[in-house]
């Protein structure tokens, strides 16, 4: 009747003797099912924490782009706004000149 049992060897910490365990067929058909059953299970976990980091991924890649759309269209915006206060400085600088100049020649006469 020893075929229908498995001898497991199991380590045991105690005064570093070894101890055998019989375990019928039976269990360790029930032991390898649970090991699928837990591999098939992890797996399946696996698949879906990969899956929500790539929804994750892709929600991140679509916010990154659309950001630098924005920080494209505000370096526009500044580059026009710096063209129009230098072109808004020349003109004030020539309105100055000409109005000094005004001023001086009232002055000379």
Aim: hydrophobic share 35%; proline share 2%.
């Amino acid at each position: 009747m020893s075929a229908n049992k498995i001898v497991l060897n199991i380590s045991a910490p105690v005064s570093s003797v070894q101890q055998q365990t019989i375990v019928p067929v039976e269990s360790a058909k029930k032991m390898a099912r649970k090991d699928k059953e837990f591999l098939w299970e992890l797996d399946s976990q696996v698949k879906d924490i990969r899956t929500q980091l790539n929804e994750q991924l892709r929600c991140l890649d679509y916010r990154m782009e659309t950001q630098i759309s924005v920080v494209g269209e505000l370096q526009d915006f500044f580059r026009r706004r710096a063209e129009v206060e230098l072109d808004y400085s020349k003109n004030l600088d020539k309105l100055s000149r000409s109005l000094s100049a005004r001023h001086k020649e009232q002055k000379q006469k």
